[in-house]
């Protein structure tokens, strides 16, 4: 009895004290429900790290866009896409650290009863703003992948969808997400949470509205009618300063510091010189940037040789003040948005003349980088080749297509003032044909003879989901890094 009698008080003991061992075993750290917020914050955070990193595992754009150059280790310069699974490691990053944190949180407002009714309105649109914009650079970077079967639990092997009707449906969430947001423009979101623009929705409209211009002009060879319809509905809303573009903001201690000095500073690393490429084309235009892009060797700008594996000491670096720790992050800049009107009005989706937006793009790119001396912008706009860009925009256009003229000075300029904005640079110069960038000399024994225009797909969707894999491989024409995206093309003649 005096065994049973111990056993029971044992047992009251432990009853009365399992909920404060399970406070005391909860990890706070890690908690088991993460507040809306935190997941947008977490998300923003990991797509803007992502889209800035120079790591070579993931983020070797500024490499394929040619304005940086390898020096130690040439590999990715060399194309070799697969010794490191970069395709494989962007891939996850984009689905599981950014898209599912975006979806999940979705989820928590959706069931969080005492949310204000504008709030939670205003919170799901910008959600869907990012998600959508995040999904567009899936798209431009594979072709077709999963999306109407993506971040589903109960749906193992997701079939991959065609990346034009991804595009689409893009569209119709886009127009969804501003017509919420114009809707509910008097009440709050996110505040700061939103580490993009401290949850203020006025300016949540402009980026929806350029990012639909972007989407628009994008597949503007391809697809005329849906790029005029998109451009001459947003260009009224789009940004209209620097002050309007997306900025993401690091801060000078860990860890929400720029990936660029974590992986250069931090790392104490010296794997990378600017390109030649690059510093060859704003030698030839004096380009006023070139001292806020790169440091000076012996009084000039030198870049390294793209593919080889060049001498750190023999270059010019990256200028200090893009190694900082709290370098900003533009997601979508103000000069971009320039440099697409430019182009819808050389294609008559929109009646202006495209010289005066393609002014103001350069202009824009200038002041982003500290360069507001008007001696320095006149002397630039009357370089021989930018004049010449200047005149080929000179009248607005019609018929929706471009001339070789407009393309080249449209594809230039931009390559230029998308420095440190690397996967768009790659973007733009896919599908404006300029510049005309060469793979690695043949010596370098690259492993394609042109530069790549997409990544092929991760090992493990080919390990885990070969049919979905397979069907998509054969649609887009072949999973090759030679394999061109849907809006890649140039109309007939051109």
């Known amino acids: 009895m005096k065994k049973i009698f111990a056993f029971l008080m044992l047992a009251l003991v432990f009853v009365g004290c399992t909920d404060e061992w399970e406070e005391d075993l909860r990890d706070p750290k890690n908690p088991t429900a993460v507040p809306a917020p935190m997941l947008f914050s977490n998300a923003q955070r990991n797509l803007v790290d992502q889209m800035v990193t120079p790591n070579v595992n993931s983020g070797i754009f500024r490499l394929i866009s040619q304005h940086w150059a390898n020096t130690t280790y040439p590999e990715e310069s060399r194309y070799d896409l697969v010794s490191r699974n970069i395709p494989q490691n962007f891939w996850f990053t984009l689905y599981r650290d950014v898209l599912m944190d975006f979806r999940e949180a979705s989820i928590v407002i959706n069931e969080d009863q005492a949310l204000n009714a504008a709030v939670k309105a205003n919170q799901l649109a910008i959600i869907e703003v990012m998600e959508v914009y995040t999904w567009s650079v899936l798209v431009n970077t594979f072709g077709d992948i999963p999306y109407s079967e993506a971040l589903n639990r109960d749906i193992i092997y997701p079939s991959y969808d065609d990346d034009a009707a991804i595009y689409e449906d893009l569209f119709a969430r886009l ?183 393609f002014r103001r793009a350069i202009t824009a790119s200038m002041e982003i980088w500290g360069i507001t001396d008007a001696a320095a912008l006149t002397s630039y706009f009357a370089q021989p080749d930018v004049a010449a860009g200047l005149a080929a925009l000179a009248a607005p256009g019609s018929g929706g297509t471009l001339t070789d003229a407009q393309r080249r000075a449209l594809g230039v300029q931009k390559w230029i003032a998308l420095y440190e904005r690397p996967f768009h640079a790659w973007t733009e110069f896919r599908r404006l044909d300029y510049p005309q960038l060469q793979a690695p000399d043949p010596q370098y024994r690259p492993a394609y003879n042109v530069v790549p225009v997409r990544y092929p797909y991760p090992p493990t969707e080919r390990t885990l989901n070969p049919d979905a894999v397979n069907a998509a491989a054969t649609a887009i024409g072949g999973d090759e890094a030679t394999t061109r995206i849907f809006w890649d093309v140039r109309p007939a003649g051109q």
């Open 175 to 357: 127009d969804a997400a501003i017509a919420t947001l114009n809707q509910n423009s008097g009440a709050a979101s996110f505040g700061g949470a939103d580490l993009i623009y401290g949850g203020n929705v006025a300016r949540w409209i402009m980026y929806a509205n350029s990012l639909k211009l972007k989407l628009g002009m994008t597949v503007a060879d391809v697809n005329p009618s849906r790029a005029q319809q998109a451009a001459s509905e947003a260009a009224p809303n789009v940004f209209k300063s620097t002050a309007d573009q997306a900025v993401f903001r690091y801060t000078a201690t860990t860890p929400n510091v720029n990936p660029v000095w974590t992986n250069l500073v931090q790392s104490g690393r010296n794997d990378f010189v600017p390109s030649a490429t690059l510093i060859n084309r704003m030698n030839e235009l004096n380009d006023p940037r070139r001292a806020a892009y790169f440091t000076q060797l012996n009084g000039a700008y030198v870049g390294g040789i793209y593919g080889n594996n060049n001498t750190y000491a023999n270059f010019s670096k990256v200028n200090p003040t893009i190694t900082a720790p709290d370098r900003p992050a533009i997601v979508l800049g103000y000069d971009e948005v320039e440099f697409y009107l430019a182009e819808a009005a050389a294609r008559g989706f929109i009646s202006a003349v495209p010289a005066d937006h």
